[in-house]
């Protein structure tokens, strides 16, 4: 069975920066497109960043040029950079695994099978 589990997180003032980092256990890691997607109460999770088995990576525009996403094949990681942070970045970050996501549906969270508990970030002004 396929676990994702996170952590990092927290709490940073405006314009500072956090990690979040999610490890797979229960499946190789190296066959799935991960992902982090975003929530706050009341809205829709959001695709943030995603990275394939081939590196290729995609960022919502909202994060674009502040946030990175990285994996660690070796370890079974994924993890995002998270830089320049603002108050509208505050949400419960979560980590996703999928197989067969085409470009056009990296940051789609219906494609994506697996999923962490959740990391919560809040971004103080």
């Known amino acids: 069975e396929v676990k994702l589990v996170e952590f990092g997180g927290g709490s940073v003032q405006t314009g500072g920066s956090l990690r979040v980092a999610c490890v797979m256990h229960?499946?190789?890691?190296?066959?799935?497109?991960m992902a982090w997607f975003r929530q706050t109460p009341g809205k829709e999770r959001e695709g943030v960043a995603a990275?394939?088995?081939?590196?290729?990576?995609k960022f919502a525009e909202s994060v674009l040029g502040r946030f990175t996403i990285s994996r660690d094949v070796a370890m079974g990681t994924v993890s995002l950079r998270m830089n320049d942070l603002r108050p509208e970045d505050t949400a419960t970050y979560y980590c996703?695994?999928?197989?067969?996501?085409?470009?056009?549906?990296?940051?789609?969270?219906?494609?994506?099978?697996?999923w962490g508990q959740g990391t919560h970030v809040t971004v103080y002004s």
């Open positions: 990275i394939d088995t081939a590196d290729i990576t």
């Open positions: 996703a695994a999928g197989q067969g996501i085409t470009w056009w549906s990296l940051l789609r969270a219906n494609d994506y099978e697996y």
């Open positions: 229960g499946s190789t890691f190296s066959r799935y497109t």
